[in-house]
T-cell receptor, first 110, second 113 residues
Framework: GEDVEQSLFLSVREGDSSVINCTYT??????LYWYKQEPGAGLQLLTY?????DMKQDQRLTVLLNKKDKHLSLRIADTQTGDSAIYFC??????????FGQGTTLQVKP | DTAVSQTPKYLVTQMGNDKSIKCEQN?????MYWYKQDSKKFLKIMFS???????INETVPNRFSPKSPDKAHLNLHINSLELGDSAVYFC????????????FGAGTRLSVL
């Protein structure tokens, strides 16, 4: 299977919370990142979590890490139309190598 | 004052041609990367240079040759372009510390006809 798996698509209404899930295979990742890609643009770092943490909160973003299940999630509170984009989780391997999956396309309906 | 800049943004060319994509970063980082994003949005690392030294070289055809003249630049040269090379290529850079946060350029969309 793939090293990183995410659902391909998520649709929410403006103002709701969005939860994007990610499973990965490499348990040795020390840092795990979330990136956002808007149409026609590069990847923008949203947040990251160190592997010895269970949770990290950063304004509207909450990251949960379950190392035992190799599961990472990103919760966006009060989702806005400007949050519509593709979201990638990216666990880091050695020498700075980030492992990406296909990303989750988040559609926010007004 | 763009942090990681790539040129060109779009590149349309014929099969068999040779082309280059340039990348420059002004963040003072010591590590640079090339990634390829295919039509299904999979993003995969190709190469990484740290202080002009190649440190990651994934299974990439040897038609692809990265060149790093200095820490702020990492160019990608592609020989004998094939249809399957059509993709978006992203350059990124980071400071090789514990967090190693990577900053990405806007991408170069390569179309091989």
């Amino acid at each position: 299977g793939e090293d990183v798996e995410q659902s391909l698509f998520l649709s929410v209404r403006e103002g709701d919370s969005s939860v994007i899930n990610c499973t990965y295979t490499d348990s040795s990742s020390t840092y795990l990142y979330w990136y956002k890609q808007e149409p026609g643009a590069g990847l923008q770092l949203l947040t990251y979590i160190f592997s010895n943490m269970d949770m990290k909160q950063d304004q509207r973003l909450t990251v949960l890490l379950n190392k035992k299940d190799k599961h990472l999630s990103l919760r966006i509170a009060d989702t806005q139309t400007g949050d519509s984009a593709i979201y990638f989780c990216a666990p880091a391997r050695g020498r700075g190598k980030l492992i990406f999956g296909q990303g989750t396309t988040l559609q926010v309906k007004p | 004052d763009t942090a990681v800049s790539q040129t060109p943004k779009y590149l349309v060319t014929q099969m068999g041609n040779d082309k280059s994509i340039k990348c420059e970063q002004n963040l003072g980082h010591d590590t640079m990367y090339w990634y390829k994003q295919d039509s299904k949005k999979f993003l995969k690392i190709m190469f990484s240079y740290n202080n002009k030294e190649l440190i990651i070289n994934e299974t990439v055809p040897n038609r692809f040759s990265p060149k790093s003249p200095d820490k702020a630049h990492l160019n990608l040269h592609i020989n004998s372009l094939e249809l399957g090379d059509s993709a978006v290529y992203f350059c990124a850079s980071s400071l090789r510390d514990q967090k190693n946060i990577q900053y990405f350029g806007a991408g170069t969309r390569l179309s091989v006809l």
